[in-house]
């Protein structure tokens, strides 16, 4: 019996030696050629029914050995980034220049300055005129150039948020933002994530 076995198993080698050039080429497929080798050794049971049991789990390696080659690659799932919440995407950075505030202060200070000038001029009640729109004018002279001295240069940062909203952040220099960088909402204003 031990030899018949070795017998069958030096066979088995010598067809697959021999099969091997045509599994390469691609016409004879290694589950195939172990299957054929299987059902040799079952040809060598002493039994019908032993055969029987033989082949049946010969044709379950087989379809197995075809199921996990037809089978694709197991893929691990790469852990996604968290969603940030407080986050949007700069659609514009721009500079703007942003009028100036008049106080109080410009708009006395251009009040007395100009009567003091009107005063200079004319006499008696050409001297009052003169005063009063000295100081008008001077009124208005002090808050315009009031409202020049407070002039800002600001720049404006847009961005939209994935609830389809925009809102946008002034700085009084640069930030650094440009169009496409993800930032976050801090507060009342935005950083990079």
Request: charged share 15%; hydrophobic share 40%.
């Amino acid at each position: 019996m031990r030899l018949h076995l070795l017998a069958q198993v030096l066979s088995l080698t010598a067809l697959a030696l021999a099969t091997g050039a045509h599994a390469q080429s691609g016409n004879v497929t290694p589950a195939q050629i172990r299957y054929q080798q299987d059902l040799q050794i079952c040809d060598g049971e002493p039994t019908a029914d032993g055969r029987m049991r033989c082949k049946r789990d010969a044709q379950a390696e087989y379809n197995k050995a075809l199921g996990l080659a037809a089978s694709p690659p197991v893929v691990t799932p790469v852990a996604a980034a968290p969603v940030c919440g407080d986050c949007g995407r700069v659609i514009a950075v721009h500079e703007v220049e942003r009028e100036g505030h008049a106080g109080a202060l410009g708009t006395i200070a251009g009040g007395v300055l100009g009567a003091a000038l009107g005063h200079q001029v004319g006499g008696g009640f050409g001297k009052s005129l003169a005063t009063a729109a000295g100081a008008a004018g001077g009124v208005y002279a002090g808050r315009a150039l009031e409202e020049r001295a407070n002039r800002a240069v600001v720049w404006v940062v847009s961005v939209r948020f994935p609830d389809g909203s925009t809102q946008d952040f002034d700085f009084p220099n640069n930030p650094g933002f440009r169009a496409g960088n993800t930032v976050r909402r801090m507060e009342n204003s935005i950083a990079l994530p």
